[in-house]
């Protein structure tokens, strides 16, 4: 089983590239067994998008 600091690794990939279906189904099984990764997890899609919605550069990818 995957342990928190591997999880945390993959939360972290998962931010810049689509995770392989190996990598989702353990992030996905460890989340389910460890609450505060899930509220890891979540803490880091929060911070990308205020971060992808407060960047002048991506905002104006998202323009065109």
Known sequence: ???????????????DRRLTFQERLSLRLHLMMCD?????????DLLHEAGR?????LQEDDAR
């Open 53 to 57: 919605r407060h960047t002048p550069e």
């Open 1 to 15: 089983m995957m342990m928190c600091k591997g999880a945390t690794r993959l939360m972290s990939l998962k931010q």
């Open 36 to 44: 505060a990764c899930t509220e890891c997890n979540r803490q880091f």
